[in-house]
């Protein structure tokens, strides 16, 4: 399942050449996540409920072309890879042409009250089904 949102960035978000700051990036993949979740029918809202978190421990970017301010862009999250124990989402950013300027990935956690590494599968088996039905 592919979650698509649209993005604007906003002025206080670019460096002094009206390029998009690479620290935005870390942000807008949350947000990805954030609708990725709200789209499966399984918001974070519900999933901390449980008293589980998820916690990042990975992160890469690739800048293929710069976004710029006044330059709408959608982005698209994907759910590539899931365990009892982490999954991996990829970004991808497209400009107002379609062109793929920026890919993203990152590796999450799942985490029990304690914050310790849980395995989901064997916690909450009807989230980690939402989940895997909705991989890459």
């Not at 670019?14 to 807008?28: A, C, E, F, K, L």
Request: with cysteine.
């Amino acid at each position: 399942m592919k979650s698509v949102m649209t993005i604007e960035p906003r002025y206080q978000e670019t460096d002094q050449m009206g390029v998009i700051h690479h620290s935005v990036y870390p942000i807008w993949y949350e947000m990805g996540r954030v609708k990725f979740c709200d789209d499966i029918g399984i918001p974070f809202s519900k999933i901390e409920d449980q008293n589980i978190r998820l916690a990042m421990v990975e992160m890469k970017s690739t800048f293929r072309k710069p976004s710029k301010f006044g330059e709408t862009l959608t982005q698209r999250t994907l759910l590539i890879a899931l365990s009892g124990v982490q999954m991996n989402f990829r970004y991808e950013l497209f400009n107002k042409d379609n062109e793929l300027i920026h890919i993203g990935e990152t590796r999450l956690v799942w985490l029990n009250e304690q914050f310790k590494p849980t395995n989901i599968e064997k916690s909450n088996p009807e989230i980690f089904k939402i989940f895997n039905k909705n991989v890459e």
